[in-house]
């Protein structure tokens, strides 16, 4: 059998109360799989549990209880995460520098040099679309484009697993969706990505599975589809339809034992909407 990039079996972490008698129980008795290739999504609410796996994962916050591992090795050993790359909530960079001085730095740390770090260098900006800012200071970055270099120097060193913390938070629906064909893409690559989120509607897009903690307990875990699907419930959307043929449809559900809910025109969402009112506009 395979190794799984991520495995957890039996996670908790207790976090005690200084000056307090009671303690918080951040994540309860989490078990679950992510497998080579895929991108799997950790959901829920702030306060969920989900920063405090991922931090166990990463072997920055030990375990009160269970085991987590990276590709079969204890993610307590430092030799696991030479395979992982991160991108926190909250990255911090040193805004003196420039993007391409950024990754270049990083690509130090990770004993990278020479035509090597050059090439990797030149191969993430375009990447991640920011080879014209290369030069630029990081102060000038937006936040969608700060994401997007701390997604370069997570990738530096080639990593097959990407671990990112809300990836698109802060970010404008623009800059979210580059970010998510970012993450698309590196699934092509053969990247492994684990990511976590509180926006279901982002989540929905890229992930192949998804689980939903709440409390710090896995509450649901499977294929986003799936889980939000109502089970009784089938929608149909016909284009081009004319009026005789939809009350023909409504004819025909009222004669059999079904029970037609609504009969509504079919509805974009406002980020569409806004996507497609505020890209390739013609010039004035």
């Known amino acids: ?46 306060g969920s549990g989900k920063s405090t796996t991922l931090k166990i994962i990463l072997g920055l916050v030990s375990a009160s209880h269970g085991r987590t591992e990276i590709f079969g090795r204890d993610s307590r050993l430092v030799e696991s995460r030479e395979a992982v790359g991160f991108l926190p909530e909250n990255p911090y960079f040193y805004k003196y520098l420039s993007g391409e001085e950024t990754l270049r730095f990083f690509g130090r740390l990770c004993r990278l040099g020479g035509a090597r770090l050059k090439n990797r260098t030149d191969e993430l900006l375009e990447l991640v679309g920011l080879t014209k800012a290369r030069k630029r200071r990081l102060g000038t970055y937006s936040k969608g484009m700060l994401q997007r270099i701390g997604l370069a120097q997570a990738l530096i060193h080639e990593p097959k697993l990407l671990v990112l913390d809300e990836p ?11 970010i998510r064909d970012l993450i698309v893409d590196l699934k092509r690559r053969g990247i492994t990505v684990l990511l976590s989120s509180h926006l279901l509607a982002q989540a929905q897009e890229i992930c192949d599975r998804v689980g939903i903690l709440a409390g710090g307990v896995l509450v649901r875990e499977g294929r986003l589809e799936e889980l939000i699907a109502i089970e ?15 009350d023909e449809i409504e004819s025909l559900i009222n004669r059999s034992n079904a029970k037609l809910i609504e009969r509504r025109r079919s509805t974009t969402t406002l980020e569409k909407l806004f996507l497609d009112a505020t890209t390739e506009r013609p010039e004035s």
Do not use: C, W
């Open 1 to 46: 059998m395979t190794d799984a990039a991520v495995a957890i079996r039996g996670l908790t972490k207790v976090f005690p109360v200084p000056l307090h008698r009671h303690s918080i129980v951040a994540v309860r008795d989490l078990n679950l799989r992510v497998e080579p290739g895929e991108v799997y999504g950790l959901l829920g609410p702030n």
């Open 168 to 178: 698109t938070a802060g970010v404008d629906p623009a800059g979210s969706r580059q």
């Open 232 to 246: 009784n419930q089938t929608e149909l959307v016909v284009a081009n339809a004319s009026s005789g043929l939809v």
